[in-house]
Nanobody, 121 residues
Framework: QVELVQSGGGSVHAGGSLSLSCAASGGITKMNAMDWYRRAPGKARELVGAISTDGSEVFVDSVKGRFTFARDNAKNTVYLQMDSLKPEDTAVYFC???????????????WGQGSQVTVSS
């Protein structure tokens, strides 16, 4: 079965950097796109950005210029580099993938387990 496994994150002071990765595995024919969301305590889930396998990508204004995507299509892995972090970036970050599996079925209901990002002042 398809699964997404996240790694990275952690705790830094404001202005520091952290990175996250999201690796998809298990009977994947194609990873069409990956979205990243975050959820801070007491707040709704928020879209951070999205990248398609063809390289097109978008970020929300609050992180634009500070967050960057990289990807390794051969490994079905997307990396989120987070620079110049601010306390308001503190949240649990989740990856979400649009995947066509080995049976040719496509859906976007695949989620990573979440990674904590904590930015202190």
């Amino acid at each position: 079965q398809v699964e997404l496994v996240q790694s990275g994150g952690g705790s830094v002071h404001a202005g520091g950097s952290l990175s996250l990765s999201c690796a998809a595995s298990g009977g994947i024919t194609k990873m069409n796109a990956m979205d990243w969301y975050r959820r801070a305590p007491g707040k709704a889930r928020e879209l951070v950005g999205a990248i398609s396998t063809d390289g097109s990508e978008v970020f929300v204004d609050s992180v634009k210029g500070r967050f960057t995507f990289a990807r390794d299509n051969a490994k079905n892995t997307v990396y989120l580099q987070m620079d110049s972090l601010k306390p308001e970036d503190t949240a649990v970050y989740f990856c979400n993938a649009d995947i066509t599996d080995s049976r040719g079925l496509r859906n976007s209901n695949y989620w990573g387990q979440g990674s904590q990002v904590t930015v202190s002042s």
